[in-house]
């Protein structure tokens, strides 16, 4: 049975819906979808639009999301009060980037090792696999020979592939 992934039109940033493809008709699709976990699978006609988007019965508007295929080989592991979820990424960038959007400060660092590689928040613990905090930044103290340090700075990492390894 072939599958598409499927974003509404107004919030392309979330995670794709994957939805099975029933039927197609010269209008849309007749898709299969599960709409939240422990339910049972839904299905609803998709109406395609002279743009390419589909639109469901209620109105919403979805847009066909190609799949990332990139090799992904660094991993960032959450678990906290949400659950556990494991991100991958493909490039150094990447993953900067979710790193960023969640530091706290170096004082939520876990540096137990000369390479660190988890930090946490006031909700979760952060695990980094393929890379190390290291790689995305560094630390800089006020006093080199000083263990205390004050202040975290970001590496200046390129947002393409050539930051893969």
Same mark, same amino acid.
């Given at each position: 049975m072939k599958t598409m992934l499927l974003?509404?039109?107004h919030r392309p940033s979330e995670k794709p819906l994957r939805v099975k493809? &029933? %039927? =197609?008709? $010269?209008? %849309?699709? !007749?898709? =299969?979808f599960q709409p939240m976990r422990g339910c #049972?699978? =839904?299905?609803e006609l998709l109406t395609k639009r002279a743009d390419?988007?589909? *639109?469901? *019965?209620? %109105?919403?508007?979805f847009v066909i999301v +190609?799949?990332?295929?990139?090799? +992904?080989?660094?991993?960032?592991?959450?678990? %906290? &009060?949400?659950g556990r979820d494991v991100h991958k990424f493909a490039t150094l960038a990447e993953v900067q980037k979710y790193v960023r959007d969640r530091w706290q400060g170096v004082e939520y660092m876990h540096s137990?090792?000369? #390479?660190? @590689? #988890?930090f946490h928040t006031d909700y979760g613990r952060y695990h980094l696999a393929g890379c190390t905090? #290291? /790689? !995305?930044? @560094?630390?800089? $103290? $006020? /006093?080199?020979?000083s263990d205390e340090?004050?202040?975290w700075t970001w590496h200046e990492l390129e947002p393409s592939a050539a930051n893969a390894r």
């Open positions: 974003n509404f039109e493809v &029933v %039927g =197609e008709i $010269s209008t %849309g699709f !007749l898709v =299969e #049972a699978p =839904e299905q390419g988007a589909l *639109v469901n *019965v209620h %109105g919403c508007t +190609k799949a990332d295929r990139r090799p +992904k080989p660094y991993t960032l592991t959450y678990t %906290g &009060v949400d137990g090792d000369p #390479a660190p @590689r #988890a905090l #290291a /790689d !995305l930044g @560094r630390r800089r $103290s $006020s /006093d080199p020979h340090f004050w202040d």
